[in-house]
Every structure is written in C-alpha cells, then in structure tokens.
C-alpha cells in the first residue's frame, strides 16, 4: 500500500523559512512524479510545485516561484519543499502527492493519485 507522510510544518514569521518533507513508499518514489499542493481555509486546493521522476524537472506555481524550492532525495525516498520568504498568504494545509498521467507538470488534483495527510503551515504578519 502506499504510504506518503509529511512534515516541517509550523509557525513561521512574514520572511521566514520553512521545509517541509513527504516521505514516500519506494514504488511510489521511483515511478511517480512528485508535487505538493496546499489549501488556505475557504478555499480550494491549488497546485505549488512539481518534480518529474525521471528527469527531475521542476515547475512552480507563479505565487512561488523564486521563493519555494522543491527536490527529492532518491536514496531516502523523500521530497522536500524548501520554503523561503514566506507571506501571510502562503498560509494553508501543504500536501504531497504522486502522480503517473503522462503530462508533466500536472497541475490539477484529479491528476494525482496517492495524497499524504498533509500538514500545517500558518505565516504570521
């Protein structure tokens, strides 16, 4: 069965930093590509960030990008997201996800399959 978890959430002031980290199952990990998407209170889920399996491609969401950092760690299993100036509106649930359509980036969330339980993430002003 496979398994993602996350962590390195919190609390975090505006500008600060935070990595959050999703541990996946092997056949997960080196058959998936891997994204984290998160969910501000009210509001839909919507995509951040996405690394291609085989190429380790990345693709960022316009709000993120030059800010958030995503990578993997094959040997561990593990992707990360490397958050840095964070804003109030960053604030939300962050999820990691899996996902095998053959299109890269997926940016919907009916693309992904395998989704963690996410984790917190609240950036005071």
């Known amino acids: 069965q496979v398994q993602m978890v996350e962590s390195g959430g919190g609390l975090v002031q505006a500008g600060g930093s935070l990595r959050l980290s999703c541990a996946a199952s092997?056949?997960?990990?080196?058959?998936?590509?891997m994204a984290w998407f998160r969910q501000a209170p009210g509001k839909d889920r919507e995509f951040v960030a996405a690394?291609?399996?085989?190429?380790?491609?990345?693709f960022y969401a316009d709000s993120v990008k030059g800010r958030f950092t995503i990578s993997n760690d094959n040997a561990k299993n593990t992707v990360y997201l490397q958050m840095n100036g964070l804003k109030p509106e960053d604030t939300g649930v962050y999820y990691c996800?899996?996902?095998?359509?053959?299109?890269?980036?997926?940016?919907?969330?009916?693309?992904?399959?395998?989704w963690g339980q996410g984790t917190q993430v609240t950036v005071s002003s």
């Open positions: 996800a899996a996902s095998q359509v053959p299109v890269f980036p997926a940016r919907n969330v009916w693309q992904y399959e395998y």
């Open positions: 092997e056949r997960t990990f080196s058959t998936h590509d």
């Open positions: 690394i291609a399996w085989r190429t380790g491609k990345t």
